[in-house]
């Protein structure tokens, strides 16, 4: 085990502005990657919020807001109290039956397949 004085940051590559640019670039390639490719919009069939879902697995599903959910969502908006967090712990089960649907439907690709 290193003593934490041997310890470094990663290289910040200052004096190599190709390879900075390079860095940059995959940087961009990966954002789209893991947060915007693949998502498809679900609405909610309750109260109609839009979200964007991407499922990676039955097992695994991304979602983004488009809205702030302690606003929009009636589940959300509900569980905010004194000292809450306005994300109930399971999400809202309605938004899931929704994803669920599209999936069943062939909306939603689940691109990992079954597992």
């Not at 990663?10 to 990657?33: C, M, N, S, W, Y």
């Not at 693949?38 to 809205?67: D, F, P, Y």
């Not at 606003?71 to 309605?94: E, I, L, M, N, Y």
């Not at 039956?97 to 062939?106: K, L, N, R, W």
Request: proline fraction near 5%; hydrophobic fraction near 35%; include cysteine.
């Amino acid at each position: 085990m290193k003593a934490s004085t041997d310890w470094a940051k990663a290289p910040d590559f200052a004096g190599q502005p190709a390879r900075l640019e390079a860095i940059h670039a995959q940087t961009i390639v990966d954002k789209a990657v893991y947060l915007d490719n693949g998502m498809s919009e679900v609405e909610c069939r309750a109260c109609g919020n839009c979200v964007l879902v991407r499922k990676n697995s039955l097992a695994h599903t991304s979602i983004q807001w488009t809205t702030d959910p302690a606003k929009s969502c009636p589940t959300f908006r509900d569980t905010v109290g004194d000292g809450q967090s306005s994300a109930p712990r399971d999400g809202c089960p309605r938004l899931q039956e929704s994803i669920d649907h599209a999936v069943t439907e062939g909306v939603i690709e689940v691109r990992g397949g079954a597992e």
